[in-house]
């Protein structure tokens, strides 16, 4: 085998591309470009406002759509003014259980008694520009503002009444606490409610008490409203019978005063007439007596000496009425009795 000898040429020379600097500038301004632009739009939806700051002064945009900004000298920030919540003495779990917050939940009453009370405050953000710069965290002042309004006001009542009949009161009290804070503090929010959702004793066999004591309340009011139910329906019934009889009892009184009127102006009329006549008026006032008594008598007149002598049947046994007929004495003869008798 023959060796070759290779010759040593020397170095090899390699042309490298050749860039120029006019491209690479080309380059980066387009990008610088094409980042600017991306930040000169944003959108506002729906449910935000915007802040723009430039050179440290804010401005708000609350117009929805499409807008323009200057980049680097202009900042952005879009605020979420949508109705939010806070839970107050509880929380949610993402199955839409409930658990206790021990620390939230528990308030002293005005009798030193412990008791679990949840809040439900819902808020609103209506100065995006206050709510970003006034405070660092403005929601959180909101929940404490709200948990010490809370306790102050169910500080003032008693257990019974904050388990019982003044949810309602305690719901409105605090409302206006945390409203009146809210404009104190100046932080961009707004309270749309603030709901009481459970006041309750912290233990199981109190609370077994006071549903009981509830219960019984209840039935109170329910027997109150069916008696006032009842007395609304006998009531009218009764006030007009009550009418009647005073109207019965006016008409009676009224028309025993015609009648003793009527008996003065007779007795009167009479008096006048015995004074002018005194025998005549009392023979005839003894006749008319006699001749209202007599009819319904039996009468028998006799001597005095046991025999009969004479029988005036006056009264006929046979009908039980008075009669004139079969007597023994023609009327002339009984009227003439009747004057000895007047005599």
């Known amino acids: 085998m023959s060796m070759e000898r290779v010759k040593d040429a020397g170095p090899v020379n390699i042309k490298k591309p050749h860039i120029s600097f006019a491209v690479v500038a080309a380059v980066i301004i387009i990008l610088a470009v094409v980042f600017l632009a991306g930040g000169c739009f944003y959108t506002i939806d729906e449910t935000q406002s915007a802040v723009i700051t430039t050179f440290g002064k804010a401005s708000l945009v609350e117009e929805k759509g499409l807008h323009m900004k200057l980049p680097i000298v202009q900042n952005l920030k879009k605020v979420d003014t949508t109705v939010k919540g806070i839970e107050i003495g509880y929380g949610e779990n993402t199955d839409g259980s409930t658990y206790v917050v021990e620390h939230e939940a528990v308030m002293i009453t005005s009798d030193y008694n412990f008791i679990d009370c949840d809040f439900y405050v819902s ?35 008693t257990v019974d009444t904050a388990i019982t009949t003044g949810k309602a009161e305690i719901q409105s009290n605090v409302k206006s606490m945390i409203m009146a804070e809210l404009e104190k503090e100046d932080i961009g929010l707004t309270l749309v409610d ?120 006056i009264y006929d046994e046979t009908t039980g009425t008075g009669s004139n007929t079969n007597n023994s004495t023609s009327s002339s003869e009984t009227a003439a009795v009747m004057d000895d008798v007047a005599e």
């Open 123 to 157: 808020y609103q953000v209506t100065d995006p520009i206050k709510y970003l710069y006034n405070s660092d965290e403005p929601d959180s002042i909101l929940k404490n503002i709200a948990i010490s309004s809370i306790r102050s006001t169910v500080s003032a009542y």
């Open 194 to 313: 603030a709901s009481i959702q459970d006041v309750e004793p912290p233990t199981d066999e109190v609370i077994e008490a006071f549903t009981a004591v509830e219960t019984a309340k209840q039935g109170k009011e329910s027997a109150i409203n069916e008696a006032n139910a009842y007395r609304n329906e006998k009531l009218p019934a009764a006030e007009a019978e009550a009418d009647r009889i005073k109207q019965a009892a006016e008409a009676d009184k009224t028309s025993r005063i015609n009648e003793a009127n009527g008996q003065v102006a007779r007795f009167n009329a009479e008096y006048e007439e015995y004074v002018n006549y005194p025998l005549i008026t009392k023979k005839r006032m003894f006749l008319e007596t006699m001749g209202e008594v007599l009819p319904t008598l039996k009468i028998v007149i006799d001597n005095g000496s046991g025999d009969i002598s004479k029988y005036y049947p």
